[in-house]
């Protein structure tokens, strides 16, 4: 083979057109990603970029917008009970799940500003406990 994939370099979730400022106050002002600047060219076309680690996520204008209710990104998290309670506090609605944990996953779910599903997930391996 003379190709190798290195990884995931971003992460597109699709928003209705104005989203900019809701997508800010969510990815921003309440996960805490920072904003990355568009190439200009695509920043015509609205949306906007955040860093999560080192991958990004793009949040891209759709017409005829309909929200991701299965597909999703999943996020890796330390210190995954810290920010369960840092969503709680914001008034963001968790579902959580269970379904991986003789696996030693803790993972939940919400809803972007938008209805899109995202995951966030930590293994118990990396569980608070053991991080300093």
Not at 75 to 94: A, C, K, S, W, Y
Not at 114 to 120: A, D, I, V, W, Y
Request: a negative charge.
């Amino acid at each position: 083979m003379n190709y190798e994939f290195e990884g995931i370099d971003h992460v597109q979730l699709a928003a209705p057109e104005g989203c900019e400022q809701k997508a800010r106050n969510f990815f921003a002002g309440v996960l805490g990603w920072e904003e990355i600047p568009k190439p200009e060219i695509l920043a015509r076309r609205g949306g906007a970029w955040f860093q999560c680690g080192s991958q990004q996520v793009h949040i891209g204008v759709q017409s005829k917008f309909v929200p991701a209710k299965k597909a999703h990104p999943a996020f890796l998290v330390r210190n995954l009970d810290r920010l369960r309670e840092h969503l709680q506090q914001n008034g963001i609605p968790i579902v959580n799940d269970d379904a991986r944990g003789g696996e030693g996953i803790d993972r939940f779910y919400v809803d972007d500003p938008f209805g899109n599903r995202l995951e966030f997930m930590e293994s118990a391996a990396e569980h608070p406990s053991t991080i300093p």
